[in-house]
């Protein structure tokens, strides 16, 4: 009887861990490379294997780019930093314990708009940002599969990989709201140049931890927190998968039980992995080998200066600027490299063709052609210019809109110029008055009864002619002339 059953609401906070794409480790001298394509075990050293007696030592640019986030998320910055141990046995973690920053993190107390689906901004806080290190990686060989070998392989490559820690206040509403958040955190360590946003590779990992209340209570129910969640789709599905699965507890009469859950890609459920450990559990304690961190006024404020513009920021120049709308801006800035492609092409193109044309041909043409070609904007032979001098052309009127959809389509398979392409084709706009007017009389005399049935009052025909003449002249003809000139030979023959 469902109009009997308590009505609940899911309260949601995430923890997102990102690998920061520095040269070397954290600790260590090791370079950092890509889990996927680097031979196992090759980029490892004493330090990052936790040899006894090996000292860390903490990477300066790992700093900064915590920092960046930080400030980037709106973070007061911490100036006094310790690194702690985290301890707990696992085969990934050689030394027995992770170097994270525990009491005191790089940043605290931020802030993040995001933008739901139905165009309004919702504000989520953000608790803290910290440092840590990654972890190696372990491989499960199938054991279902008939293999020479059976059993667990671990990989050090990634073990002392800087890694950050932002965790949201549990601010979040549903899986929705959980996607868009995590989508725009990754945009802006993006944007930031700290991190590649891969969440297949997992070097960007985001596990939400989620709990129900009976709506108009105020205590906090027992959460569970999500794993395994390699795309956003999962994350949206897990979440409203997993507060699906917590109200069928709680109205069946049981209760949630505080955990660690998986989640299943092809079977799409959330199942139990392990109970939640408590921070006792793991017996923090400074790290005697580091001496606390300290950040000086200067240094913050050198970061802050060398900050890009982000998203935000974008979105409201664009509006204010070029009067794009909202959405036109959002999608122009949903990546950064697709951002400074329009602002090179409008700083080329002064006053015309104006920002707003521009960005129409980037979203409605030049998309379609990377989608179709499969090509992200850093690999398209169409360089900001092409587009300018394009778009130059019609608005000289040297080509009409028709033909620069084509020639648009061969720059972009041929990474010729629009110049070039429109010679060599032949696609030049007819604007001379004699030819058009020959094409348009002979138009007129082949069809006789439509032109008798405009004179008499059915003026939607002058579509049919202007569609006569323009097929006459292959597409090529100035419509602006074709429609003046058709106008009046019509009117001639009255
Ligand atoms: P831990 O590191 O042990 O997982 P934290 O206190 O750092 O715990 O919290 C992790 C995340 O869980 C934070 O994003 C926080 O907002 C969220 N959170 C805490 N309590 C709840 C709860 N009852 N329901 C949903 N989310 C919660
Ligand atoms: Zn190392
Ligand atoms: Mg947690």
Sequence with gaps: MIDTMTQYEPIIGLEIHAELMTNSKMFCSCQVVDSVQAEPNTAVCPVCLGMPGMLPVINRRAVEYAMRVALALNCAVQQHNIFARKNYFYPDLPKAYQLTQYELPIGLRGWLD???????????????????????????????????????????????????????????????????????????????????????????????????????????????????????????????????????????????????????DTKRITFSQRSKEEAEDY?????????????????????????????????????????????????????????????????????SPDPKTIANWIINNLFSLMNEHKQSIDAIRVTPAGLAELLELVERRAINNNTAKEVLAAMFTSGQSAPAIVQAQGLAQVSDEGAITAVIERTLDAHPDNVAAYLGGKERLIGFFVGQVMREMRGKADPAVVNRLLAAALAARK
């Design 114 to 264: 995001i933008e739901l689906e139905d165009g309004s901004t919702k504000r989520i806080r953000v608790r803290r940002v910290h440092m840590e290190e990654d972890t190696g990686k372990l491989t499960h060989l199938d054991r279902t599969a008939v293999a020479a070998e059976e059993g667990t392989l671990v990989d050090y490559n990634r073990s002392g990989v800087p890694l950050l820690e932002i965790v949201s206040e549990p601010d979040i509403h549903s899986g929705e709201e959980a996607r868009a958040y995590a989508m725009k955190i990754r945009q802006i360590l993006r944007y930031l140049g700290v991190n590649a946003g891969d969440l297949e590779k997992g070097v960007f990992r985001v596990e939400p931890n989620i709990s129900i209340r009976p709506i108009g209570t105020t205590a906090f129910g027992k959460r569970t927190e999500l794993k395994n969640l390699n795309s956003f789709k999962s994350l949206a599905d897990g979440t409203a998968f997993e507060i699906a699965r917590q109200t069928e507890v709680l109205n069946s009469g049981g209760q949630v039980v505080q955990e660690t859950r998986g989640w299943h």
């Design 283 to 351: 017996r923090y304690f400074p790290e005697p080998d580091l001496p606390p961190l300290a950040i000086s006024d200067a240094w913050i404020a050198a970061v802050k200066a060398a900050l890009p513009e982000l998203p935000d920021a974008k979105v409201q120049r664009y509006q204010a600027d070029y009067g794009l709308s909202a959405y036109d801006a959002r999608v122009l800035t949903e990546e950064k490299a697709v951002a400074e492609w329009f602002e090179t092409a409008v700083s080329l193109s002064p006053s």
